[in-house]
Each structure stands twice: as structure tokens, then as C-alpha cells.
């Protein structure tokens, strides 16, 4: 199985950085996925991690270690519009991604 | 840009009803899928086809059904809607290593 785990919610403040982890138990996979989802809206893609690592892409940064199995999606400069739940999935070897439950971030004047 | 298009974005339906569920996408993927998500549960795999007419259950497949007559469309079938498949359902495209395109969702309520 793939067991994902993530925080259920976490509150920030406009301007800082946040970090919402994600932690899994699986015997393997290809990749692992970060989505954004506005209420009421579908999930959007954010990133891709194959390899260890950091994959940086502006504000928004995802890590990846695989011996741990654990990933981060790493929010800087944090906006009001960043408000929304964050998904990870990892991709298994069908190519069909697990989802975790998702992280509700709350950001705050 | 991979379009993913629900016909609909809210349906009322009745218990008992028969219920169809229209998904299209534009950009010749083989593989389509269909989810709901519900609060604290997250997203749940319901169905999914690798291509036409082709099938495959997903997570949770009790009380659905799907059809692909054509690459483009995949359709969900509620049988006999209930009110436990009051759900945000959603339709998504898979590009291997790119991961999904979804589509709009459609929120379905059963009363």
C-alpha cells in the first residue's frame, strides 16, 4: 500500500514561509505530486520530484527524500490567494497517482 | 493546454435516478479517470480507462458504472442515485509523468 500521511490544516501569515510535509509508506513508486485546490474548484499541478532533492520554482519549492519517505512543498512570501488545501500524490508504477487527504492552508493578514 | 470539460457544474438529482455524469478532453489522451472527494476523505478513485471501451475499477466502484465509446469521452453512470453519492465528482486526463489534468468538477447532490 501507499499510505500517505499530511497534516489536516495549518495557519500562516502573509508574507512568511510555510512548509507542508508529507510523509508515506510505500515499497515504491516513480514520483511524487504536489496540487493546489482553491475551494470549490479542481486541483491544479504545482510540481513533479523524481529524484532527491530540491525542485525550486519561483515562490513555491518541493523536496523529495526518498530513504526517508518524506516530501515537502516549501511556500515563500506567502499571499492571501495561497489559501487553499495542497495535495500530494505519489505515482505509482501504473502511473496512477495516490492521494494523500490534503493540507488546508489558512493565510492570514 | 489540455482541456478536461464536465458538462455540468451542479446537479440536483432525486434518489432513484438515473444519473449521467459527461466528461471531455480535447487532447487525445489515453488514459481518463473519474474521482469523487468528500471532506476528510479526500480524493477516491471510482473509475478509470486506459482506452475505449475499456474499463477498469478503481477504489470505490459500488453503485457506478462508466462508458467510452470514444477517446474523447468518458462518461460516469450513477445507476440509482442515492444520497450517500452526494459528492464533488471530478474527471481527470493522465499524461505518464506529468500527471493529471482535471477537469472543473461537478457537484452533485441527491435529495
Known amino acids: 500500500g501507499q499510505n500517505i500521511d499530511q497534516p489536516t490544516e495549518m495557519t500562516a501569515t502573509e508574507g512568511a514561509i510555510v512548509q507542508i510535509n508529507c510523509t508515506y509508506q510505500?515499497?515504491?513508486?516513480?514520483?511524487l505530486f504536489w496540487y493546489q485546490q482553491h475551494a470549490g474548484e479542481a486541483p491544479t499541478f504545482l510540481s513533479y520530484?523524481?529524484?532527491?532533492g530540491l525542485e525550486e520554482k519561483g515562490r513555491f519549492s518541493s523536496f523529495l527524500s526518498r530513504s526517508k519517505g518524506y516530501s515537502y512543498l516549501l511556500l515563500k512570501e506567502l499571499q492571501m490567494k495561497d489559501s487553499a488545501s495542497y495535495l500530494c500524490?505519489?505515482?505509482?508504477?501504473?502511473?496512477?497517482?495516490?492521494f494523500g487527504r490534503g493540507t488546508s492552508l489558512i493565510v492570514h493578514p | 493546454d489540455v482541456k478536461v470539460t464536465q458538462s455540468s457544474r451542479y446537479l440536483v438529482k432525486r434518489t432513484g435516478e438515473k444519473v449521467f455524469l459527461e466528461c471531455v478532453q480535447d487532447?487525445?489522451?489515453?488514459?481518463m479517470f473519474w474521482y469523487r472527494q468528500d471532506p476528510g476523505l479526500g480524493l477516491r478513485l471510482i473509475y478509470f480507462?486506459?482506452?475505449?471501451?475499456?474499463?477498469e475499477k478503481g477504489d470505490i466502484p459500488e453503485g457506478y458504472s462508466v462508458s467510452r465509446e470514444k477517446k474523447e469521452r468518458f462518461s460516469l453512470i450513477l445507476e440509482s442515485a442515492s444520497t450517500n453519492q452526494t459528492s464533488m465528482y471530478l474527471c481527470?486526463?493522465?499524461?505518464?509523468?506529468?500527471?493529471?489534468?482535471f477537469g472543473s468538477g461537478t457537484r452533485l447532490t441527491v435529495v
Open positions: 500524490a505519489l505515482e505509482g508504477g501504473s502511473y496512477i497517482p495516490t
Open positions: 510505500t515499497s515504491g513508486f516513480n514520483g
Open positions: 520530484n523524481v529524484l532527491d
Open positions: 487532447m487525445d489522451h489515453e488514459n
Open positions: 480507462s486506459y482506452d475505449v471501451k475499456m474499463k
Open positions: 481527470a486526463t493522465l499524461r505518464e509523468n506529468y500527471g493529471y489534468t
